[in-house]
């Protein structure tokens, strides 16, 4: 059995039926021509005559000098009662110009009967009659057969029958589909492996869905069981709950299941690949993601950072530069001496666990973490906090007063920030306005030290993020804020905690400009 599996990712037209996912046609021709960089095997762009934006897309994607990649259209098997020759849809899929073309069709009785409203031997036909005619046209056919799961637990006799009329009409594979997302892990293997003994595993290939949260689980087991092709959308982009995630699935055939692909000479290049669509589709990243995800190789206890340290796959299950990935310490009040000098040394920063000085950074720590601060996306914070018990701080300027007034004229808001700080020994008091009280505070700060730091033009503001800390309290409760600043070349995080929003707000605002100050 060969250990080689064909990659084929359905983002841009299954991942693009998840809730909240959407493409343009610019998007969708960068994303064609990143997989291809990356070394998928197959990229299905869409339906063809569905919108004007797969219209579009498919017209583009003619002109793609893609290396390896072939683009698949995607579409269904002709009508009951319409030959093949004379099938409309069939005719657009031909006219969209992929070299290969995936039809779905019906292998469940009941879909047959009850929605196709046609007899069980018409879509035998149905299947075999299409995929032999776009055969003809010189295209590659790949065939999905859908609820092909649900299919052979009704009627396994016929569940396969309609695979055997897709291979009849020359499909180069049968990808058998877990529509409804439902079927356990054994019973998925057991019937992947009566299809591997039926028509061999260069011909089958696996969709899943993760709606039992189970559809990377599945995809592997299908290739455990002779599946040569899965199917699969970056970051699990899906209909419902998803697809099975690409992004995960490949790591894990490459590092735990001994399969190759074209693509695993660039699996350094996942974790890129999985923030570039997610940067597209405009998500925030999953920091729980497997393999990718920024806090996949992060450790908070003590204990498993210092043992990390020493011996990394002591709790490090491969090594993360393999998936473009990295380790992370993060600081808490679980942290130790060993924890903090592992942190610093990840911030660049050289810091003796044995010193002094580190006493009273752990006891500030976790009196602070006691309050409600939270460093584990704060770095810049943690870092200032380092310089500060470690002597190393700098004083680039002093805030002496501050204030915000909000007013609303009508349908009009606005804000007004007044800050007044001391800036090598001058006072400076500057006024800004703003929709909202943190731009107004924002932009009264630049003005105040542009002129004396005019490396702040470059830093704007990249997120926002509040968290009420005890929601007993009602309104008066704590607020946590977390800032991400960014200046084009680094991204730094900052945080702020206090009764007042405004005041949580300004903490991590400062934080954010002290900590560009720094870098010099």
């Given amino acids: 059995m060969s250990n080689a599996v064909k990659i084929y990712d359905t983002t841009l037209r299954d991942g693009t039926q998840g809730e909240g996912i959407s493409f343009s046609v610019t998007d969708k021709l ?8 990356f070394g998928v095997d197959y990229i299905e762009g869409g339906f063809p005559g569905s919108n004007p934006r797969d219209i579009t897309f498919f017209a583009e994607a003619k002109k793609l000098k893609l290396k390896h990649a072939r683009l698949a259209a995607f579409g269904s098997t002709r009508r009951a009662g319409v030959k093949a020759s004379d099938d409309a849809q069939l005719r657009t899929l031909l006219d969209s110009g992929m070299p290969v073309l995936t039809i779905v069709g019906k292998t469940w009785t009941l879909h ?3 929605i196709l409203k046609t007899t069980l031997e018409e879509n035998l036909a149905m299947i075999e009659d299409s995929t032999r005619y776009l055969v003809a046209q010189g295209r590659e056919v790949i065939y999905d057969a859908e609820h092909f799961f649900d299919g052979y637990k009704a009627d396994p006799d016929y569940a396969l029958k309609t695979l055997a009329a897709a291979l009849r009409g020359g499909a180069s594979n049968l990808s058998l589909c877990d529509t409804n997302g439902g079927t356990l892990v054994d019973e998925f293997k057991d019937i992947v492996a009566r299809a591997v003994t039926e028509f061999g595993g260069a011909k089958v290939g696996v969709h899943c869905h993760n709606d039992s949260g189970l559809g990377v689980a599945l995809t592997l087991a299908g290739v455990a069981a002779g599946a040569s092709l899965v199917q699969g959308t970056a970051n699990g982009y899906g209909e419902r709950v998803g697809n099975a995630n690409i992004t995960t699935v490949i790591p894990n055939l490459f590092l735990k299941m001994g399969r190759t692909a074209h693509c695993a000479p660039n699996l350094a290049q996942l974790r890129d690949l999985s923030l570039f669509f997610d940067e597209l589709a405009n998500l925030r990243p999953d920091p729980k993601a497997p393999f990718v995800g920024q806090s996949a190789f992060a450790h908070k206890g003590g204990l498993h950072a210092n043992a990390a340290q020493k011996v990394a796959r002591s709790y490090e299950h491969i090594d993360p530069a393999l998936v473009g990935n990295r380790t992370r310490v993060l600081v808490s009040d679980m942290a130790g001496r060993s924890s903090l000098a592992l942190k610093a040394k990840e911030l660049g ?4 666990e044995k010193r002094p000085e580190m006493k009273g950074l752990i006891e500030e720590l976790k009196e602070r973490e006691f309050r409600g601060y939270e460093y584990e996306a704060a770095d810049a914070s943690f870092r200032l906090l380092v310089a500060k018990h470690t002597g190393q701080a700098k004083e680039f300027f002093r805030v002496e007063t501050y204030r915000v007034i909000i007013e609303r004229h009508g349908a009009e808001l606005w804000a007004e920030a007044t800050v007044k700080l001391k800036v090598n020994g001058e006072i400076v008091h500057t006024v800004s306005e703003d929709a909202g009280p943190i731009g107004a505070l924002d932009k009264a700060l630049r003005l105040a030290l542009e002129k004396t730091y005019p490396q702040i033009r470059t830093m704007q503001l990249r997120d926002f993020k509040v968290r009420i800390l005890d929601g007993t309290n009602g309104a008066g409760a704590r607020t946590r804020v977390l800032i991400e ?14 009764d007042n929003i405004i005041d949580a707000s300004w903490e991590a605002l400062r934080e954010s400009v002290e900590y560009k100050l720094s870098l010099g």
């Avoid at 960068?30 to 960089?37: G, N």
């Avoid at 920063?349 to 003796?352: A, G, I, K, N, R």
Wanted: net charge negative; no cysteine; proline share 0%.
């Fill in 349 to 352: 920063l050289d810091l003796d």
């Fill in 485 to 498: 600043s960014g200046d084009g070349e680094k991204i730094w995080g900052t945080v702020g905690v206090s």
């Fill in 30 to 37: 960068l994303i064609a021509e990143r997989l291809d960089a």
């Fill in 112 to 114: 047959v009967t009850e």
